[in-house]
């Protein structure tokens, strides 16, 4: 069956699918941690929800500077591709014109070779 393509951006998404693993986690640490080492120090259960909350804006936040360094990194060098572009096509349209002028100078030369 073919994937849906969520309206959510990709790093909401990403960050959601990550909270919710580091959620689990500190879950089963919190539950089965004393099961297997009784004298281990686990965090207080009401502080489940404000860890959750926070891992949430640290890495929503880590996601969307991310995404903006990409896009302004993508920016930067899609526009030195354009110069570069710009760049072989003076050079080109230098070429061009001066293999013109060529033509030209041969011509006039020969004509006035011939005419002597």
Partial sequence: MAKKSSKMPKWIRDTLETVIMIAVLMAAYNF????????????????????VGAALLI???WNFAARKF???NQQLKD????????????EKQAA?????????R???????QQSR
Avoid: C, H, M
């Fill in 79 to 90: 526009e030195e591709a354009a110069k570069q572009r710009a760049q072989i096509e003076r």
């Fill in 106 to 112: 041969r011509n006039r030369n020969q004509s006035k």
């Fill in 70 to 72: 990409r896009l302004l």
């Fill in 32 to 51: 089965f941690g004393p099961l297997v080492f009784k004298n281990g120090s686990y965090f207080p259960w009401w502080t489940y929800p404000y860890s």
């Fill in 96 to 104: 061009r014109q001066d293999q013109q002028e060529a033509v030209k």
């Fill in 59 to 61: 890495v929503g936040a």
